[in-house]
């Protein structure tokens, strides 16, 4: 066994660039080792702007020996009638150097073939590591890459350096360029020197790169710019994206503290905030009541000697930045927000689909719709206000500046034009979720209930005419974010327990896209309503093959219009599964046991059950207690007791069914027992899944 130790050094990275190294790297590198069948105790990546690390301890020193199987001709296409080999099986044997003693007869489902076995024989890391690593680091796939050298190797930035150590011995190789050694280099203005690394050991690397003024942990220059922010300059909280950005950009934290007038902090907070951040990579400071002081903390790249050249520096940049901010906030609130209304013709909408304008005049009219829906005819003025304003910001100087401040800027313009504060609040809170990633309780925490609806009409909106003509996703490619627009809406239905049904609301705003859509309708509500379930799933992080994955898919195929009423269904029954498994199973079982019955009927299942018919005692015990238990357990579905009706279900059937099917044969000759019995199976079997869940659908009910 033996450690390895990778440095590439490289020109200061973007930010992007490491998010795609650690997510990737570690990944292809694991597989990367596993088809080189070398094995490994542990794997580890770092990255800072100048130096990509891989540290893989516990790592074999040879190739484990392979056993290989070449499969050749049919058996019978092998041999001649004599028993002597065929010109196919020779020329098998020639391409692959063997003789007939090298073979063996193997069986396969398309017969008997003969196969050639082999065993290549492991080679020594240090000759398969060089070509493995050459390839791993051209796979990772970043966003842009560049050449600079001969060989023409693509990467973000240009490769500098290139440490390479198996234990204490450096691998010799050419990479990009460069020679293989176990020389690397620290900061590149505190410590630019090179150093020599003596071994491949983790922790030796990360001492002699501090020594070099470089914390090659990302996690470590986070919570060095974190303590900062708290402890030094008195920040409760602050932006976590900005926090992780600039951990990325620096290899030794510094923190500096700057000002910038007081007159500016008449602009929105979060103005001022996205200026500095946009432009600067600085936190905007406030203080312990949450208000915006005039004070800024920047994050500098290593101790500096001019400190205060580069505050001057900061400070004049932001000064001429807060300028231009002010100047576009005067001048989009010299007109109220509504007269920028028309503006939105000027914005085309997914290319065929008319403008901007004309989608606020549907989500108007899908406003009303979702109010009533939901059950919510208080809100629909506001929703449908927060709607028609929803999307004017975009025609602002301000947003035209900061993107990223959209539906922020419109709430601050919409309080100074004299809206309502629901209103103002709901047309920042409707582009909510910032992340698929959320929680949906904090979802329900910043944002409110009005904003949630304009925010589920706005997508659905968008999913609609999307589906509608032919622009789903595809693959990778989902170039309209509408994976994150159906993302959002689950996650919105599930942070406000909004029940309504989500096929209604498609319907209609087909409807008032008129004949502008190609698909079928038909067509387009299967599609949405798959794109759907995906994204159900996808919110509740399941993995297929699971039993939480089949309880989700039993409770989807029993009805899912309604999005809300699906996952508390979800939940209530994994709960009870979980707690209590054999009441779970116990109506899984009946539930089996009946849909085996019901699959194979056909019209005969549509009768009504003649109690004249029921001719064997324990079908007749089984219709009796049908009629006379089947108004509790829909009785505690309606009132969404689902736990109970599972365990009343169960209880109430488990055992008769059992006996039932031991003791009575269901598809007998006379057809109208057989029919009679089939629609008694039916009823039991729709008393619970109709309204609750498929369970047949779930594998190992033992």
């Given at each position: ?12 990275l ?29 794997l580890?990546?770092e ?10 301890s ?30 196919a ?40 590591l ?27 930035r ?138 800024f ?37 010299k ?54 304003l ?25 309080l ?43 997508r659905i ?22 994976r ?10 599930r ?22 859509l ?7 509500a ?38 809300a ?25 009946v ?71 031991e003791?009575v ?23 619970y ?14």
């Amino acid at each position: 066994m033996a450690n390895l130790l990778v440095e590439l050094g490289t020109e200061e990275l973007p930010s992007g660039v490491l998010d795609v190294v650690y997510a990737e790297l570690p990944v292809k590198a694991a597989e990367a080792l596993k088809t080189a069948r070398l094995s490994y105790e542990d794997l580890k990546v770092e990255a800072t702007p100048r130096r990509i690390a891989l540290f893989v301890s516990g790592l074999a020193v040879r190739q484990a020996d392979e056993k290989v199987e070449i499969s050749g001709p049919s058996l019978e296409k092998a041999y001649a009638a004599d028993g002597k080999p065929t010109p196919a099986l020779e020329g098998f044997l020639k391409s692959k150097g063997a003789a007939v003693n090298d073979l063996t007869v193997k069986e396969t489902p398309r017969g008997k073939f003969v196969v050639l076995l082999r065993e290549n024989k492991g080679r020594a890391a240090d000759k398969v590591l060089p070509e493995l690593l050459q390839a791993l680091f051209g796979s990772v796939t970043f966003p842009k890459n560049m050449r600079w050298e001969p060989t023409g190797f693509r990467f973000p930035r240009p490769a500098r350096w290139l440490v390479t150590l198996l234990d204490k011995k450096p691998l010799a190789f050419t990479f990009a360029g460069l020679k293989a050694s176990n020389q690397s280099y620290g900061h590149r203005f505190l410590a630019p020197k090179a150093f020599r690394i003596p071994s491949a050991d983790w922790d030796i690397y990360k001492k002699l790169l501090k020594k070099a003024h470089v914390a090659l942990d990302l996690a470590e220059r986070k919570a060095i710019i974190a303590k900062g922010l708290k402890t030094k300059f008195q920040q409760a909280s602050f932006d976590e994206e900005l926090l992780h950005t600039t951990a990325q950009l620096v290899e030794e934290p510094e923190l500096l503290q700057g000002s910038f007038s007081k007159d500016y902090l008449q602009l929105p907070k979060e103005v001022l905030a996205s200026c500095m951040k946009k432009n600067q990579k600085i936190f905007a400071c406030y203080d312990s009541k949450g208000a915006l002081t005039g004070k800024f903390v920047a994050v500098l790249n290593g101790r500096k000697s001019n400190v205060t050249g580069i505050r001057a520096g900061y400070e004049n940049v932001l000064e001429s930045r807060l300028k231009d901010a002010k100047y576009f906030y005067t001048a989009d609130t010299k007109e109220k927000l509504e007269a920028k209304l028309p503006k939105l013709e000027q914005v085309t909408y997914l290319g065929k689909l008319g403008n901007m304008r004309q989608k606020t005049e549907r989500m108007e009219k899908l406003a009303e719709k979702i109010a009533a829906l939901a059950h919510k005819p208080e809100l629909t003025e506001s929703v449908r206000r927060a709607a028609r304003l929803s999307k004017v910001d975009l025609m602002t100087h301000l947003v035209y500046e900061f993107p990223d401040l959209q539906g922020t800027v419109g709430r601050e313009y919409a309080l100074a034009s004299g809206e309502s504060q629901d209103v103002a609040k709901a047309i920042a809170s409707h582009y909510l979720p910032k992340s698929l990633t959320q929680d949906y309780a904090a979802l329900g925490k910043e944002g409110d209930l009005v904003g949630g609806l304009v925010g589920i009409i706005d997508r659905i909106d968008l999913l609609v005419g999307a589906f509608g003509t032919g622009l789903q996703p595809t693959g990778s490619q989902d170039p309209f974010a509408l994976r994150r627009a159906g993302g959002a809406v689950v996650k919105t239905i599930r942070a406000w327990n909004i029940s309504f049904s989500v096929a209604d609301l498609m319907r209609e705003a087909a409807a008032l896209y008129g004949n502008a859509l190609t698909v079928p309708a038909a067509e387009l509500a299967d599609k949405l309503m798959k794109f759907f379930e995906e994204r159900v799933i996808f919110e509740l992080q399941l993995k297929p093959g699971t039993r939480p994955h089949e309880i989700f898919s039993a409770v989807w195929q029993s009805r899912h219009d309604n999005f809300a009423d699906v996952l508390e269904r979800f939940q209530q029954l994994s709960a009870l599964f979980e707690r209590e498994p054999e009441n779970f199973i116990r109506a899984g079982k009946v539930v089996e046991r009946t849909s085996n019955i019901v699959k194979g009927m056909k019209g005969a299942g549509e009768k009504s059950i003649n109690p004249e018919l029921l001719k064997e005692p324990l079908e007749k015990k089984l219709f009796e207690l049908l009629e006379k238990e089947s108004g509790e357990i829909d009785k505690r579905l309606d009132q969404r007791h689902f736990e109970d009706a599972t365990r009343l279900f169960g209880k109430v059937f488990y055992g008769p069914i059992h006996d039932f099917f031991e003791q009575v044969m269901v598809n007998v000759e006379d057809t109208n027992i057989r029919e009679n019995r089939q629609a008694l199976m039916k009823r039991i079997n729709h008393l619970y899944t109709k309204k609750l869940a498929d369970l047949s659908m779930l594998s190992r009910l033992d």
